[in-house]
């Protein structure tokens, strides 16, 4: 039902390292850097990454590491991130790689700059693709964006400035803005012990959401630690030696217990609608949530909105155009339904019913039943991995219902956001993290939930995004609930 995925690895590369020095000719004084830190999840320590950058001839290598364990209800996860980039002494990218595994299975993006292009490949199990989008030279990736700070300055309280980003995880479509804030010296603790450091802060904006990182920098502008937020949980970089930070804990965290939130009372599945109160815990209210004929979305104050949430026999239709019914029949890499198993699922649930609409129900049903494993190990499954496999979560679910969907002609897309549950793991009435699919039948779009073996769903969820999956990956989905985990409170009205 809940799950975290890898999510915006790339920002090591603004963290660790910022710089060495307030130095006008940056490129002349460059000294290479070979820095470790241990990484917390909460209060507990989950892993490890490594930040390397070198110069060869005139250009800057770097190279970020990350390594992370976490525990989904008893089942240990390995996460691993890697990312090198090669750019100019000026800062301008020259080329970048990354790949993100998790359970071992790689996720690939990889670009090159050709004259005004940034050519892009990216590469999501067993399927790879090319893009080509405009080059901005003034994006930065990690000396580059180094360069950027040394250059305006990192000590100077009260100094704000904004410069460009290019960060995999977010897009490589085009930059994103990065808003630097400089605090000044201020005490932080550090190897158990409170010394003084230089605090900076630096929030990525994109059309997903914000992602926000906080660093406390030493005279030479070595970052001795980095805060950022991942699905919900406070995650901390510490400079440490080499020795310390691959030193692992004998317990891994658990990690999903601490991304749910209290609804404080029971809701009843047989509602035909639900208001619920989203209040932010802290600073105004900030965050994207879906709307449609299934969600009206209502600002009441700075703090707070009221999200209605309609069952199907209130949603009126309304008319799907053909170039969005197409992107919704489509495959691609997650939704790869020219794969034969796939194609050879959807003939075996959808049987010999004609009925669009009792095919859909067949589709979920089938789902519910085919996938025998429900687990919370797997992650970056596409729909044949998950037809091969039978396990997963709801990502899982959702995934290889949609892609049976689109095999029997239906528009399908995938949907995240929060769900009700009664009880989960000695917690009671609360809504956690949850994907599910939605069929277009009849000129409505439909919500089926196959993880929880809903045909028809009540009014017990709150949309955050919407994806037909394509050009984008499950990560970019699931970053505007992300943004949003453990800072928000909600009731019912």
């Excluded at 964006?145 to 990192?154: E, M, P, R, T």
């Excluded at 310390?244 to 009372?265: H, N, P």
Aim: positive net charge; aromatic residues 8%; hydrophobic residues 40%.
């Amino acid at each position: 039902m809940m799950h975290i995925k890898s999510f915006l690895f790339s920002l090591l590369a603004l963290s660790p390292g910022l710089g060495y020095g307030e130095a006008k000719n940056v490129a002349r004084l460059f000294q290479p850097h070979n820095l470790w830190y241990e990484v917390y999840l909460g209060e507990m320590k989950a892993g490890y990454a490594h930040d390397q950058m070198y110069r060869e001839g005139d250009l800057i290598k770097s190279r970020n590491e990350m390594l992370i364990q976490i525990k989904r209800v008893g089942q240990v996860v390995e996460i691993t991130a890697e990312q090198k980039t090669v750019e100019k002494l000026s800062g301008e990218l020259v080329e970048f790689s990354t790949e993100t595994k998790m359970s071992g299975i790689p996720m690939i993006k990889k670009g090159r700059v050709d004259g005004n292009e940034l050519v892009v490949y990216e590469r999501q199990f067993i399927r790879g693709k090319e893009s080509r989008y405009s080059f901005d030279p003034e994006g930065g990736m990690s000396w580059g964006l180094q360069k950027k700070i040394l250059d305006q300055g990192f000590k100077k309280a009260g100094d704000r400035y904004e410069i460009k980003v290019y960060s995999p995880d977010l897009s490589m479509r085009s930059t994103a803005p990065a808003f630097v804030e400089l605090k000044g010296k201020k005490s932080v603790t550090h190897g158990g012990a409170l010394i003084d450091a230089y605090e900076v802060v630096v929030t990525i904006k994109s059309g997903m959401g914000s992602v926000r990182t906080r660093s406390w920098l030493d005279d030479q502008g070595v970052a001795l630690r980095t805060e950022m937020n991942m699905g919900g949980i406070r995650m901390i970089l510490l400079q440490v030696p080499e020795k310390k930070a691959k030193k692992m804990e004998a317990e891994v965290e658990e990690f999903l217990l601490d991304t749910v939130i209290s609804l404080g009372k029971p809701l009843s599945k047989v509602k035909k609608s639900t208001t619920f109160v989203l209040k932010s815990i802290e600073g105004p209210w900030g965050g994207k949530l879906f709307e449609g004929p299934h969600q009206q979305v209502t600002r009441v104050n700075d703090k707070e909105v009221e999200v209605l949430v309609k069952t199907e026999g209130l949603v009126q239709g309304s008319e799907l155009v053909e170039s969005k019914r197409k992107e919704y029949l489509d495959p691609n890499p997650y939704l790869d339904t020219g794969d034969l198993l796939i194609q050879n699922l959807a003939k075996q649930a959808k049987g010999n019913e004609t009925d669009v609409g009792k095919i859909a129900g067949r589709l979920s049903s089938f789902v519910h039943k085919y996938i025998s494993s429900k687990n919370f190990a797997v992650g970056f499954a596409s729909a044949s991995e998950v037809a091969r496999n039978k396990a997963g979560d709801c990502t899982e679910h959702s995934v290889l219902l949609a892609a049976l969907g689109r095999a029997c002609n239906i528009p399908s897309r995938v949907v995240t956001g929060l769900v009700y549950t009664p009880s989960f793991k000695k917690k009671r009435h609360i809504l956690v993290y949850h994907m599910w699919t939605q069929f277009y039948l009849g000129g409505k779009w439909k919500n089926y939930d196959s993880a929880l073996g809903y045909a028809q769903c009540p009014a017990d969820r709150i949309a955050f995004s919407v994806s037909s999956l394509a050009g984008e990956d499950l990560t970019e989905s699931m970053i505007p609930v992300m943004n949003l985990i453990q800072n928000i409170e909600v009731s019912m009205k």
